[in-house]
């Protein structure tokens, strides 16, 4: 690139710098981001993908793609000196943040995988096979599924469980669909 500056007049130099660098900060950021939005649709299109997976997909990316080009672009002006550190550090606060939250989080992705993927609805008996645990389904909350054994005791089972053992589902007469469930104020019975 120092060639092509060299080519202009000494004044001229550094505001050509700085534009190549632009253009090809941005250039490259939204090859990046049509590539990996490229992919995405493409899973959506063949059905190996979820659409509210990719929409989660292509928010992340769009977001990553402009906060690393903003950082960039500011360390290229001068204007951001350590950019990659600060940026270092709060991504690892988050990364503790997320780690000291983990276990809400991860039920909360699972519930919302649970909606997505719907392996039982509210009305079905399901089983935690090996850990005893069967009842049928009759509320879904962000962190627990709350079954009803056959004695009438209840049980909250984090959702986080379902993913984590083995499942048995047995199709129920009244089923209520998961995401119709968090709608509701009061519990099946």
């Given at each position: ?18 534009a ?83 276990s ?25 096979v ?60």
């Open positions: 690139m120092d060639w092509f500056v060299g080519l202009f007049p000494e004044s001229w130099q550094s505001l050509v710098r700085h190549l660098v632009f253009a090809l900060v941005i250039g490259g950021s939204l090859v990046v981001y049509s590539l990996v939005k490229a992919l995405l649709d493409r899973g959506v299109r063949r059905k190996a993908l979820p659409e509210p997976v990719a929409v989660v997909g292509r928010l992340v990316v769009r977001w990553t793609v402009i906060v690393v080009a903003l950082v960039m672009l500011l360390q290229d002006l001068g204007l951001a000196q350590g950019a990659w550190a600060v940026l270092s550090a709060a991504l690892a606060m988050v990364a503790v943040g997320f780690f000291a939250v983990w809400t989080l991860g039920n909360i992705m699972c519930t919302l995988l649970l909606l997505i993927f719907k392996p039982f609805k509210v009305g079905d008996t399901v089983e935690l090996g850990d005893g645990v069967k009842g049928r389904v009759i509320d879904l909350t962000f962190m627990f599924t709350t079954l009803r054994e056959e004695d009438g005791a209840l049980v909250r089972v984090p959702n986080v469980q379902f993913f984590q053992k083995n499942t048995r589902c047995y199709p129920g007469d009244q089923v209520v669909e998961l995401d119709e469930q968090l709608r509701r104020d009061e519990p099946t019975e």
